[in-house]
């Protein structure tokens, strides 16, 4: 715009205005300054001019200012990153915490397994031993031979002296082999206990060496066996040693 086009009332702006004016573009240009400064800059830039403004150079409470803010700036990141640290920290504690938590429960499932595991077997070996101890208790026959090894089996266990041999002989001779044989002439019978079974025991007699784990019956024959042996052993020592009438 030409001088002869520009309005008169501002060609004749006095002295005062015009300076007033100048002040107007220098804080500006002062401000737009500072915000071209370096945020670590703390000496004075060079000068820039502004839209036909006076230069203007940043003052030292600006270049202050600014360094002020770039420290905040650098603290808030420092502080973020250690918040970011401690929160991977927090998650990474839990986590491990939590695996430990795991492993713990894991292991004593895993002990309660082997533990159930070891008594299920326990168990299992208990019932097979006893199948076996029962498959190997022996089956007498029921015939004298048959009575006599079951009566000295018994007599073994309860500790009773006697051999198949001392049984057999003294049961011929008393009985003749017969369970149901009953002597009704002798003094006993007269007296009204008579001698009975293979080895013609008396009832009173029988009653008192009768021994646990068979019948209590004289006739029974291994029930009149064993307990004939055992009076034999604490009369005689042994049936054995008994070779007539007893």
Avoid: C
Wanted: proline share 4%; no cysteine.
């Amino acid at each position: 715009m030409s001088a002869s086009r520009i309005p008169g009332r501002l060609r004749r702006m006095n002295k005062t205005q015009k300076l007033s004016v100048a002040g107007v573009s220098a804080v500006a240009a002062a401000a737009l300054s500072l915000s071209l400064v370096p945020g670590n800059a703390d000496a004075e830039t060079e000068p820039q001019a502004v839209s036909g403004a006076p230069v203007v150079f940043a003052s030292a409470a600006g270049a202050s200012q600014a360094k002020t803010i770039q420290s905040s700036v650098i603290e808030q990141h420092s502080t973020a990153e250690q918040l970011i640290k401690a929160s991977d920290a927090a998650k990474a504690k839990k986590a491990k915490s939590v695996s430990k938590e795991k492993a713990k429960k894991a292991k004593a499932k895993a002990h309660a397994k082997a533990k159930a595991k070891a008594k299920k077997a326990a168990s299992k070996r208990g019932k097979q031993g006893a199948s076996r101890s029962h498959s190997r208790t022996p089956v007498f026959s029921n015939n004298l031979d048959g009575w006599i090894k079951e009566s000295l089996s018994i007599m073994k266990a309860k500790g009773i002296p006697g051999t198949y041999d001392g049984l057999h002989r003294n049961i011929i001779r008393e009985s003749s082999g017969n369970p149901k044989a009953i002597n009704d002439w002798d003094v006993n019978a007269v007296n009204g206990v008579p001698s009975k079974g293979l080895l013609q025991i008396i009832k009173p007699t029988f009653d008192f060496y009768h021994v646990g784990g068979t019948p209590h019956d004289q006739y029974d024959p291994v029930a009149n066996i064993t307990a004939s042996a055992n009076y034999a052993a604490d009369k005689y020592g042994s049936i054995d040693n008994v070779n007539s009438a007893y």
